[in-house]
RNA sequence: GGACAGGUGGCCGAGUGGUUUAAGGCAGCGGUCUUGAAAACCGCCGUGGGUGAAAGCUCACCGUGAGUUCGAAUCUCACCCUGUCCGCCA
């Protein structure tokens, strides 16, 4: 959410920023809200001195009542009647500019970061090459992990699309374990080395938390619903969780900044994905992702981004998997990022790198939503706290490139050594 | 799901239609006193908005939303949440 105060201070830069996410139409938008906003406050200028002068008269009613001065009492009471409609009619007219305008806020993306590349889709993206780890393994006609994970018997997707449909998979022995396994490693990990916190959150949350992250209103559509009115969600993503735990607060400047993960089933109802990654378990509507979310000051967040991309990265490394990280464009960054890095890891069946982590810096633009300020030490309410999230990792994404990447020719799969001491001392999964 | 009781500033807590400008206390900050500290005493101490160069003036906010009234923390209605008990239950 945009602070209208700042676009009225600088209404091209806003114009600017949303031009470089792709929005053509940014300077009609902008004077709109710019003509909404100064309506609302020619009508609160209005309003108010209406409402001063009624508080004065009653106040000198209160004590011309206490004087038993009832003339002068009927005459002030006439005077406010007459002032009454005005009021009341100003005062509904308050609330429905103020929603107008809260409603047309609340579709508007996020501003890219200075340092963020332009570009119209993901073609635009930029390597970070400092980031690059590792080399593909050469392998031998290698297999996709859906191939692997069912000749072991072990990966189900006819009997989950028997009991759900499709997009959903049965993982069964040694694969159901190794997803626990993975996730408890990358829960340790950070905690661990990089000082999160471990958190166990709902999955279910209501409209105000999907508003805060930005998924409500205006991805409705992305995301399973539970109930028609005052509904539950689904989170598509631990990231609503944790980051609206801190929903409509004021946090001590001590105490920043705030370091959480959790581990959790993700939903998506992945609209508008048809015919994308059909096979597999790429894209599920249920998966589990173990998820990292910073709450800090905004002198701190640039850093904390970096950081947070650190720990994702240190999961692969460990596990030894080949992956490059990109700068999302412009025109590629989800709706309230501000700066968003992707992991790509190499999937040898695929024969390309893809996606298992989205780190990003979304600024002040969830805390203005969700309403989460901090104090400083001298305990001065400062302004809204920049929050942060990142996939450290998808856990179904890194159980497909372990498949693949530790894949042996006679289609057993070697366990990654950090994994052993969680498969039981485990070294390898084979058919049973 | 049912019954009852509640929801007031960072915290506790008074307040059932009009000097409420939300009492009082705790915590915090500044000061007086003191060699220093404690105690005592004095002062300050919520958030957001409008207007203004600023000082200031002003509006809203007592769980949320709507309403009654000249005037609402206080009355009405709906909803949310918390606690206790009952029911169900991993």
Excluded at 91 to 98: F, G, I, V, Y
Excluded at 269 to 282: F, N, S, V, Y
Excluded at 351 to 358: D, G, L, P
């Amino acid at each position: 959410m945009h602070d209208i105060k700042a676009i009225r201070e600088d209404r091209d830069a806003f114009v600017r920023g949303l031009k470089r996410r792709g929005l053509s139409e940014a300077e009609t938008l902008a004077d709109g809200l710019l003509a909404q906003d100064k309506a609302l406050r020619e009508l609160l200028t209005r309003l108010q001195s209406g409402q001063a002068r009624r508080n004065d008269a009653s106040k000198l009613i209160g004590q011309a009542k206490q004087k038993k001065d009832e003339a002068q009492a009927k005459a002030l009471m006439d005077e406010v009647a007459g002032l009454k409609d005005a009021i009341q009619q100003g005062e509904a007219e308050q609330r429905d500019l103020e929603q107008k305008l809260r409603d047309a806020l609340a579709v508007i993306p996020n501003i890219p970061g200075a340092d963020v590349p332009d570009g119209a889709n993901e073609a635009a993206n930029v390597a970070v090459v400092s980031r690059a780890f590792g080399k593909p393994p050469g392998l031998n006609n290698p297999k996709q992990h859906f191939e692997i994970g069912e000749a072991l018997g072990q990966m189900d997707f006819e009997r989950a699309a028997k009991v759900s449909g499709a997009r959903f998979v049965y993982l069964k022995g040694d694969l159901a374990k190794l997803e626990r396994a993975i996730a408890s490693f990358m829960l340790d990990t950070h905690t661990q080395q990089f000082g999160y916190t471990e958190v166990s959150p709902p999955v279910l949350v209501k409209s105000t938390a999907m508003f805060g992250t930005g998924q409500l209103p205006k991805f409705q559509d992305d995301l399973f619903r539970i109930g028609d009115d005052d509904p539950f969600w689904l989170v598509p993503t631990a990231e609503v969780p944790l980051t609206n735990y801190v929903a409509d607060e004021i946090l001590g400047e001590a105490e920043l900044p705030l370091r959480m993960t959790a581990f959790t089933p993700c939903f998506r109802a992945e609209a508008g994905a048809a015919g994308k990654d059909t096979r597999g378990m790429i894209r599920m509507h249920q998966f589990s992702k173990v998820e990292l979310v910073s709450i800090t000051t905004p002198e701190q967040s640039q850093a904390e981004h970096e950081r947070i991309t650190d720990a994702a990265q240190e999961i692969l490394k460990k596990l030894d998997l080949a992956h490059r990280v990109v700068t999302l464009c412009t025109g590629d960054m989800g709706f309230s990022a501000e700066k968003t890095y992707d992991i790509e890891v190499w999937l040898p069946g695929q024969n390309a790198y893809r996606e298992i982590s989205s780190c990003s810096n979304c600024g002040a633009f969830q805390a203005r939503r969700m309403n989460t300020r901090y104090r400083n030490a001298e305990g001065k309410v400062q302004g809204p706290v920049h929050t942060l999230n990142g996939s450290g990792l998808a856990v179904g994404r890194t159980l497909v490139a372990i498949l693949e990447n530790y894949q042996e020719a006679d289609g057993s799969v070697a366990v990654p050594s950090v994994l052993q001491s969680y498969m039981g001392g485990k070294t390898k999964i084979a058919k049973v």
